[in-house]
């Protein structure tokens, strides 16, 4: 009887409920902020007790730092980017971000740091560390250019606003632009922050 | 005795009462986020009663809006940003950002705006709205090139994006970085926004 119990219960398993969590705090971190987001809300939209989510992930801010390190993995792509003709590496970069920004997932998990970053202190150190440190200055420490940290966090200061304006302002026309007219129209920016001079020389 | 208490009021009137609570309200919604902001936590800073701002502004979204329109002013500078050599207009627009920014206030008020922008629809419109419309397009326009609003949309992505990395994120080393060394990194890229070519044979 217990048995046939729990073999109706809505989720699979431990990594059912864990990854359940995980999928309504993404969003509603996304879409209401970190600030309005609730435990209580998440537990409701994951449809589990609000202690499950205090024994899988801690505290909000704990959950918060476990939901949005996607960009870890985002890293992988990086050798792969510096690869190949460095004349164009601006372009893929490009098209990777552009690519990545097109699954809904990971476009939420994305548009949630930048939200949360202009609020929370802690959500900020992510962007700056994650991004900056594990994706950004290896590529441009990989193309051997001069001043690798300025020229990631220039790079940041495009994508970010990048992904204000084109998601989260949703400015016309660049919000409803074509992928590859949005890549066309930054990666020569990407590649001067890149590989350019940084200068007025540029 | 009545106009010697008044005499000695904190405040010298109704205009001087009207700055407080604008200059509180500043204060606040780019300290704390638009969410965190109330209109009792504004009135304390102000040390006025709650009800003088429902009386000077109206309601919290109201407050808002109305001590974060100061972005229409910047759009006097904007035609002597377009005038002059066209090929370093890029260059005078970064300059003239980047000294705005430099200003306590015009910061203040310029990263709260964006800080709101993330979270609030009503400061997410202001930015479309204000900035796009009376002051890049208007300059893109100026200076006759194609797409004048996919321009402004692109520049409004470099300059929100600066604000964020240098300002909110604090991204090293360019939140520290000279603003000259600043302008003379962005303004080529802003420079092909404006008056380049929007493919990749830019």
Request: charge should be positive.
């Given at each position: 009887m217990a048995r046939a119990r729990k073999r109706l219960g809505?989720?699979?398993g431990e990594s059912g409920t864990r990854e359940a969590i995980a999928a309504a705090a993404r969003r509603l971190f996304s879409e209401r902020g970190y600030d309005r987001t609730t435990i209580r809300g998440i537990a409701e939209a994951a449809d589990v007790d609000p202690a499950l989510i205090n024994h899988f992930f801690g505290s909000k801010q704990e959950l918060f730092a476990a939901v949005t390190t996607f960009p870890v993995e985002l890293a992988d792509a990086m050798p792969r980017i510096a690869e190949g003709p460095r004349s164009r590496v601006g372009l893929r970069l490009a098209e990777f971000v552009l690519g990545a920004l097109e699954d809904p997932e990971t476009r939420r998990a994305i548009t949630s740091l930048v939200r949360a970053a202009t609020s929370e202190p802690e959500a900020a150190r992510s962007v700056r560390e994650?991004?900056?440190?594990?994706?950004?200055t290896p590529i441009a420490e990989t193309l051997a250019a001069d001043q690798p940290k300025l020229r990631a966090s220039l790079i940041n200061s495009q994508m970010v606003g990048l992904v204000m304006a084109r998601y989260?302002?949703?400015?016309?026309p660049l919000a409803s632009l074509p992928r590859e007219e949005v890549v066309e129209a930054i990666a020569p920016n990407l590649q001067r922050y890149l590989t350019g001079p940084l200068g007025l020389s540029g």
């Open positions: 809505r989720r699979p994650i991004v900056t440190a594990r994706v950004l989260i302002l949703e400015l016309e």
